[in-house]
């Protein structure tokens, strides 16, 4: 069983197009994270969000967390082909006052056609 | 340049042979941790360290073994690889268990034939 579930899967828009991918899951989350990741790299961290309904923007990225702390989304205004690449959500399982490790979702794989 | 070192980048192995993946970082990180990375499974957990001294298990643990004896190092060692082990590897690291920033290293492809 997937504890966090990605979609979609895969995603192949134009230039200039919005987009949304969502991270879901039925466990509560005491934080999740947003990664990106290009071919033959490691994850690199984009954003945090740790509180229920939180909200931060990053340029033209947008992440929310569920006010459950079960899900979250990523918004992407105007994509650009320089947002191509594997997206992945991972959050820390909450235990009741304490935390478990980082666990991932499958990733949802962009591609940005010019 | 501050981050994860992972080496080598490739390797082949053959089956039955062992091997340690290598993986060192400079910020004085707690938390190191290891991860494989297969096509439609994700990042999954194989074992992690809170600190020199103190390693534990993941996910997918069975196969690997790891030691801590210094913050900065973390090797991962392969006992007696098999081909369910091909597989792309990715070290991590952060200040501590509880932070949520994780530094990832740039990975080694492993193939076991």
């Known amino acids: 069983t997937q504890l966090l579930e990605q979609s979609p899967q895969f995603l192949s828009i134009q230039e200039g197009e919005n987009l949304t991918v969502y991270c879901n899951s039925s466990?509560?989350?005491?934080?999740l994270q947003w990664y990106r990741q290009e071919p033959g790299e490691g994850p690199v961290l984009l954003v945090t969000?740790?509180?229920?309904?939180e909200v931060k923007k990053l340029k033209r990225l947008t992440f929310q967390f569920g006010d459950a702390r079960k899900d979250s989304s990523l918004h992407i205004t105007a994509a650009q082909p320089g947002d191509t690449g594997l997206y992945l959500c991972a959050g820390r399982l909450y235990y009741g006052g304490s935390q478990g490790n980082l666990i991932f979702g499958k990733g949802t794989k962009l591609s940005v056609k010019p | 340049n501050a981050g994860v070192t992972q080496t080598p980048k490739f390797q082949v192995l053959k089956t039955g042979q062992s091997m340690t993946l290598q993986c060192a970082q400079d910020?004085?990180?707690?938390?190191m941790s290891w991860y494989r990375q297969d096509p439609g499974m994700g990042l999954r957990l194989i074992h992690y360290?809170?600190?020199?001294?103190?390693?534990d298990q993941g996910e997918v643990p069975n196969g690997y073994n790891v030691s801590r004896s210094t913050t900065e190092d973390f090797p991962l060692r392969l006992l007696s690889a098999a081909p369910s082990q091909t597989s792309v590897y990715f070290c991590a690291s952060s200040y501590s268990m509880d932070m949520g920033v994780h530094t990832f290293g740039s990975g080694t492809r492993l193939t076991v034939v």
């Open positions: 969000v740790v509180t229920g309904g």
């Open positions: 466990s509560v989350f005491s934080s």
């Open positions: 910020m004085n990180h707690e938390y």
């Open positions: 360290s809170v600190g020199a001294g103190i390693t």
